[in-house]
């Protein structure tokens, strides 16, 4: 009896050289080979990533075979943000002060191979385990570019299912794709009690292992924060989500 696409995935905390290894992989197939974002997959992921705290990196695999990858960054580049030029939408909120004052946690270097990119059971494993770690260690928000029009751009998921919300645009960046970017930011405690509400597979599956502890930091929206409430407002005047 063939087993389940689940349980021959497994994801896995990159710690050794050999797992670095491994990611690369994934990144020169999808990023290098693919993609042509990049002229050497070797440099997005340095060896010095492994020994940095403020970086984790997690790996993907289906049977041991490596399918996809995924960072999170606990300190963000903001003076390599400044460079990039962004165009905030609307005036509604300062969102250099927010970034500053929130604890806001950059995910990005998403990547899986193309024959697995429909499968919750892979993508979504490696969200799970992404943020188990980033409410572990106290993180309120997540912050990640998305590329305007790309044909396999996860915007749609990550907007209408996650409850991530576009705050900015910038018409440059690390990788060599012409399309415009979209920044956007997801409150994790939001979308928590929004998927919980919804009682969904989603929401089962991205909290499948959690312990106790870590529902009870998210569950319960404090009722005097708006700040999602308003950036959503001004993504909607911006046609960047939905009514």
């Not at 050289?17 to 974002?37: C, F, G, M, P, S």
């Not at 024959?115 to 919750?120: A, V």
């Amino acid at each position: 009896m063939t087993l389940s696409l689940k349980k021959r995935t497994r994801v896995t905390r990159v710690n050794t050289d050999a797992d670095r290894l491994q990611a690369i992989t994934v990144l020169k197939a999808t990023y290098h080979d693919e993609k042509n974002w990049v002229a050497n997959e070797q440099k997005m992921f340095l060896n010095e990533d492994l020994q940095d705290p403020k970086v984790s990196w997690f790996l993907v695999l289906v049977e041991e075979r490596p399918v996809g990858v995924l960072r999170v960054l606990y300190e963000l580049p903001l003076e390599t943000y400044k460079e990039y030029g962004f165009k905030q939408l609307g005036d509604g909120v300062d969102i250099e002060a927010f970034v500053k004052s929130s604890k806001i946690a950059e995910i990005g270097r998403f990547a899986v191979l193309p024959e697995y990119r429909k499968y919750i059971v892979v993508v979504g494993a490696l969200m799970r385990e992404a943020s188990k770690e980033t409410v572990e260690r106290g993180f309120t928000h997540y912050i990640t570019d998305i590329f305007e029009g790309e044909k396999h751009s996860p915007y749609l998921f990550h907007t209408r299912v996650m409850g991530f919300i576009p705050v900015a645009t910038h018409d440059v960046g690390e990788l060599n794709c012409p399309l415009r970017r979209i920044t956007m930011v997801l409150d994790i405690r939001a979308a928590y009690n929004r998927l919980r509400n919804s009682n969904g597979f989603v929401f089962r599956f991205l909290t499948e292992g959690w312990d106790a502890s870590l529902h009870e930091k998210l569950r319960n929206v404090d009722p005097k924060d708006n700040t999602e409430g308003m950036l959503l407002t001004i993504a909607r005047a911006y046609g960047l989500a939905g009514k």
